[in-house]
Nanobody
Framework: QVQLVESGGGLVQPGGSLRLSCVVFGFTLDDYAIPWFRQAPGKEREGVGCIRSRDGSTRYTDSVKGRFTISRDNDKNTVYLQIDNLKPEDTGVYYC????????????????????WGKGTLVTVSS
């Protein structure tokens, strides 16, 4: 059974950092793209970045490029989202998702359907 569990969210001051984790169950990261999304209060969900299955290459949306870093540990079945220099506008629920795919993962950041989702972890950036 495919399952994704996010953790690592919390309350952080502007300028701080967080590392979110996404532990996956029921599949191998070598076969699935893992995109990350966020949803700010009152706004639509948006993609922020992803990691490709085959080679672990990453892609980011322009709004977060340079501050967000995605990595993975295949042995731990875990994908990480490192967020640096947090801003109040980064506040929201962060979700990881999974889609069986060998191709460029960026397509999932811009609306292509993703089959599996975690329940999210809340990040609040405030002083």
């Amino acid at each position: 059974q495919v399952q994704l569990v996010e953790s690592g969210g919390g309350l952080v001051q502007p300028g701080g950092s967080l590392r979110l984790s996404c532990v996956v169950f029921g599949f191998t990261l070598d076969d699935y793209a893992i995109p990350w999304f966020r949803q700010a209060p009152g706004k639509e969900r948006e993609g922020v970045g992803c990691i490709r299955s085959r080679d672990g290459s990453t892609r980011y949306t322009d709004s977060v490029k340079g501050r967000f870093t995605i990595s993975r540990d295949n042995d731990k079945n875990t994908v990480y989202l490192q967020i640096d220099n947090l801003k109040p506008e980064d506040t929201g629920v962060y979700y990881c998702a999974a889609q069986r795919s060998r191709y460029d993962c960026a397509q999932y950041l811009y609306g292509r359907a993703v089959d599996y989702w975690g329940k999210g972890t809340l990040v609040t950036v405030s002083s």
